[in-house]
Nanobody
Framework: QAQLVESGGGLVQTGGSLRLSCAAS????????MAWFRQAPGKEREFVSG???????RYAEFVKGRFAISRNNGKMTMYLQMNSLKPEDTAVYYC??????????????????WGQGTQVTVSA
């Protein structure tokens, strides 16, 4: 069964860093476009960053210069390095996969598989 599992969330102070991981299993994700979304309480799920199977990347404006996405197809794992974290980055972060995708779309409805989420909390 296809599965995505996030890890690496936690509590960090403003200006700190975290590295999220998303481990894929159950099917070949190597040709998929993968992405990170986040959802804060009372808000809609929003696109954070995405990476195509050839490592083309896309970022939301609010994370440009602070976050970096990458993937290791051999390990079927995607990463999100988050630096200079702000309280407004507090949310549950989800990884997602789009079958045979190209450039990462920003709409959650375009993605097929989802992880369970990992909480990121940035204290002021």
């Amino acid at each position: 069964q296809a599965q995505l599992v996030e890890s690496g969330g936690g509590l960090v102070q403003t200006g700190g860093s975290l590295r999220l991981s998303c481990a894929a299993s159950g099917r070949a994700f190597n040709l998929d476009t993968m992405a990170w979304f986040r959802q804060a309480p009372g808000k809609e799920r929003e696109f954070v960053s995405g990476v195509s199977w050839v490592s083309g990347t896309r970022y939301a404006e609010f994370v440009k210069g602070r976050f970096a996405i990458s993937r290791n197809n051999g390990k079927m794992t995607m990463y999100l390095q988050m630096n200079s974290l702000k309280p407004e980055d507090t949310a549950v972060y989800y990884c997602a996969s789009k079958l045979y995708g190209g450039a990462p779309p920003t709409s959650a409805t375009d993605y097929t598989y989802w992880g369970q989420g990992t909480q990121v909390t940035v204290s002021a």
